[in-house]
């Protein structure tokens, strides 16, 4: 006769973390740090969240995160050095432009209107690589969608003495039943989606020092990436990341969003009409960013933590790392 499992005889596992990205990697590398076992699943073929890419036309196309930023002194800037040291991180830019509907002709007016301050990095091999090198000696289980988790630490009817959820909040609340103290804490209706869309072009028609774009006054997109440049290969791809309320009227059929942002691009990019992308690819992020994160690094409330980007910051793969180890540490004290 079988019956339902129980907390009692069920075998214990210690840690779950559900969400192979970089805040559920970073905990599982501050916990086994601490010599606590834990395990890493995610529904994904492969960990990276929304540090993922994917190959188009023979090369790797980082379609979520166009980069990141390193917090001086933080615990992360010594993971970019070690990244640095094996050549998977390089610093990037520290200028972007500032584009607007109106393509912007004269250099030094354009000169004038960069940002600029901030070290930007980027990771040759496109920004998973960084993800798969921490996920080195953490056992992961890729593939695999958890779809139910309780207050008492059951997952899917497996007991767990901690059960960390490292991923957007509208994922980790669906994951939660709704009178959950843990869902309690969440926002998930704080979250915007995006539609990254690569251009191929048939060469670089852009300034070799445009780097990365702002796109002000647009209702079409937000943000430009010179894939090329950040990678550091020199391929004429850009991609392009949408607003969000052009996102949400796209979110149904991704590809509706191609024409529109090749047309728009052209337009800030100030490039001759009659030139189009010889291939494009558009990708679909339902919860790309918070726009209400949380000031505490991250929720712990019985066994069940959240962590990720909405926590300690403004949403970044450094918030979101920092969330991680954070949340892994205070764990590890608890035992
Ligand atoms: C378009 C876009 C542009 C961005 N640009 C930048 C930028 O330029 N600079 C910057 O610093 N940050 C940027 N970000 C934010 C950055 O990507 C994130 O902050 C960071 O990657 C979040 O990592 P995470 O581990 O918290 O979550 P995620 O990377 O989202 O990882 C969550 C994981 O959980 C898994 N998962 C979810 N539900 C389940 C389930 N039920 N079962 C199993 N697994 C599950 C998912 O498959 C995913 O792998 C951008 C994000 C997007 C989408």
Known sequence: MTSSPDRASSPRKSVLVVGAGISGLACARALLATGVSVRVVDRGRRPGGRMSGRTLHGRIVDLGASYFTVPEGSGFAAVVTGWEKKGLARPWTESFAVLGRDPIEDPEARRADRTAGTLRYAAPHGLRSLVIDLAEGVEVETGRTVEHVDDDGSVDGEFYDAVVLAMPEPQAARLLGASSPSRAQLRPDAWDPVVAVALGYPRVLWPADLHGAFVHGSSVLTFLADDGDRRGDGAAVIVAHTSAGFARDHLERPESAVDPVTAEVGAVLGLDPGIRPDWTHAHRWTSA???????????????????????????????????????????????
Do not use: I, K, N
């Not at 949380?294 to 712990?300: D, E, G, K, T, V």
């Not at 980007?309 to 970044?316: C, F, L, N, P, V």
């Open 289 to 335: 960013r918070t726009s209400a994160p949380h000031p505490q690094p991250f929720a712990l409330s019985g066994t069940v933590g959240v962590c990720g980007d909405a926590w300690g910051g403004r949403s970044s793969v450094a918030t979101a790392w920092q969330s991680g180890d954070a949340l892994g540490q205070a764990l590890a004290l608890r035992r």
